[in-house]
């Protein structure tokens, strides 16, 4: 149906917009921003190395460095804060990354 959910968060598939469920503020996201919510997403509960991120994101042949991984996992943090998510992106130290919701 074109939409992806997680914890609080939908992503729509055709607009690349963002939307928190529960205020139903929505923010538009770059595709590289879209691409790794949406990977996260299809693999919520595993922690996604640097390395698959890249690979996904950027491609095989990209020279992407590790810290453009950082530089859009910090913009999409600030997507999820600008709708006022619970759902967040934790960086497990010398792993990854995985997508969490605390329903607090």
Do not use: H, P
């Amino acid at each position: 149906d074109g939409t992806l959910t997680f914890g609080d968060i939908s992503l729509d598939t055709n607009t690349s917009t963002l939307l928190c469920i529960t205020n139903e503020q929505s923010v538009r996201l770059s595709e590289k921003e879209y691409r790794i919510l949406e990977y996260l997403i299809a693999n919520a509960g595993q922690i996604l190395t640097r390395e698959q991120l890249t690979v996904k994101i950027w491609g095989y042949d990209s020279d992407a460095e590790y810290n453009k991984v950082e530089v859009y996992m910090s913009f999409t943090r600030k997507k999820l804060a600008f709708v006022e998510a619970k759902t967040e992106i934790k960086a497990v130290r010398g792993f990854g990354y995985e997508l969490r919701y605390d329903d607090v």
